[in-house]
C-alpha cells in the first residue's frame, strides 16, 4: 500500500483528504504542524508528499526543499492563495505540482494517482538499447531518463525530462502552453493555473541546459503563440 504524508494544520481539509485517499486504498499519515512534518518526512519512507503551503513552524516551501535534497517522489503542494508568484515559487523548489483551495477532493486524488503512476513508470523502466535522441550536442537516453548536453550530464525531475522529451521529438513546431500540457500531463485536469507550471517546467530545463537563458539554443519563446525547439 503506497503512503502518503499529509502536511496540513487545517484539521477538516487534512481529514477530507485523507478520507478520499483511503477511499482509493492509500495509507494516510497526516502532520498538522510544519516542523513536525519535516522530521517525519525526514524520518521515514513515503510514496508521495502532499504539503500546505502556510503551516505553523516550517512552511511548506522548506519542507518541499529539504525533501527534494534527499530524494524525487512526488510533491503537491497545496494553498488557499490563488497568485502565480507562490505556485512559480513551490514548482521551482522541486514541486511537481500545485493546487489551490478550495479543491476538489476527487481532482487531489485523480492528480496523486497520475503523478505515483509516472514515478512508478519512471524508477521501473528497462533501458532500450536504441532509445536513444540526440539533438545538437543534446543526447537523452529515454530508457534510463538520463540527459547529456555537450558530454556532460544534466540532472533534470522526471517531469521536466519528459518535457524535454516532448520538444525533441517534435522540433521546429510552435506549441500553446495548453497543447504542451496537454501532451505531457496528459489526463491529469487542467485548470488556468497549470499553465503556469509549464512555464516554471520549460524555465527549469533552460537553466539546467542552456548556456544563456536569454539567448536559448534549444527551447524558444514565440511571444503572443508558445514555444518551439529550435532545429
Request: aromatic content about 10%.
Given at each position: 500500500?503506497?503512503?502518503?504524508?499529509?502536511v496540513?494544520?487545517?484539521?477538516?481539509?487534512?481529514?477530507?483528504?485523507r478520507?478520499y485517499?483511503?477511499?482509493?486504498?492509500?495509507?494516510?499519515?497526516?502532520?498538522k504542524?510544519?516542523?513536525?512534518g519535516?522530521?517525519?518526512?525526514?524520518?521515514?519512507?513515503?510514496?508521495?508528499?502532499?504539503?500546505?503551503v502556510?503551516?505553523?513552524?516550517?512552511?511548506?516551501?522548506?519542507?518541499?526543499?529539504r525533501?527534494?535534497?534527499?530524494?524525487?517522489?512526488?510533491?503537491?503542494?497545496?494553498?488557499?492563495?490563488?497568485?502565480?508568484?507562490?505556485?512559480?515559487r513551490g514548482l521551482?523548489?522541486?514541486?511537481?505540482?500545485?493546487i489551490?483551495?478550495p479543491?476538489?477532493?476527487?481532482e487531489?486524488?485523480?492528480?496523486?494517482?497520475?503523478?505515483?503512476?509516472r514515478?512508478?513508470?519512471?524508477?521501473n523502466?528497462?533501458?532500450a538499447?536504441?532509445?536513444?535522441?540526440?539533438?545538437?550536442?543534446?543526447?537523452m537516453?529515454?530508457?534510463?531518463?538520463?540527459i547529456?548536453?555537450?558530454?556532460?550530464?544534466?540532472?533534470?525531475?522526471?517531469?521536466?525530462?519528459?518535457v524535454?522529451?516532448?520538444?525533441?521529438?517534435?522540433?521546429?513546431?510552435?506549441?500553446?502552453?495548453?497543447?504542451?500540457?496537454?501532451?505531457?500531463?496528459?489526463?491529469?485536469?487542467?485548470?488556468?493555473h497549470?499553465?503556469?507550471?509549464?512555464?516554471?517546467?520549460?524555465?527549469?530545463?533552460?537553466?539546467?541546459?542552456?548556456?544563456?537563458?536569454?539567448?536559448?539554443?534549444?527551447?524558444?519563446?514565440?511571444?503572443g503563440?508558445?514555444?518551439?525547439?529550435?532545429?
Open positions: 500500500m503506497k503512503r502518503i504524508l499529509v496540513e494544520d487545517e484539521e477538516a481539509i487534512a481529514e477530507l483528504e478520507d485517499l483511503q477511499l482509493s486504498n492509500f495509507e494516510v499519515v497526516i502532520e504542524d510544519g516542523t513536525a519535516l522530521q517525519r518526512a525526514m524520518a521515514e519512507e513515503f510514496n508521495m508528499y502532499i504539503l500546505d502556510m503551516l505553523p513552524g516550517t512552511d511548506g516551501f522548506e519542507i518541499c526543499r525533501i527534494r535534497e534527499v530524494e524525487n517522489r512526488p510533491i503537491l503542494m497545496v494553498s488557499a492563495k490563488k497568485e502565480d508568484i507562490d505556485k512559480i521551482g523548489l522541486g514541486a511537481d505540482d500545485y489551490t483551495k479543491f476538489s477532493p476527487s487531489l486524488v485523480a492528480r496523486v494517482k497520475a503523478h505515483l503512476a514515478y512508478e513508470q519512471l524508477i523502466t528497462t533501458v538499447v536504441n532509445d536513444v535522441l540526440t539533438f545538437r550536442g543534446l543526447r537516453d529515454k530508457g534510463a531518463k538520463r547529456w548536453v555537450d558530454g556532460v550530464e544534466k540532472t533534470l525531475a522526471f517531469r521536466e525530462f519528459e524535454l522529451e516532448f520538444f525533441v521529438e517534435h522540433p521546429n513546431h510552435v506549441y500553446t502552453k495548453d497543447e504542451i500540457y496537454r501532451a505531457v500531463w496528459k489526463d491529469e485536469p487542467l485548470s488556468e497549470d499553465l503556469t507550471t509549464v512555464r516554471v517546467h520549460i524555465t527549469r530545463i533552460r537553466d539546467k541546459i542552456e548556456k544563456d537563458n536569454n539567448n536559448p539554443q534549444y527551447i524558444e519563446t514565440i511571444w503563440a508558445g514555444y518551439r525547439m529550435k532545429m
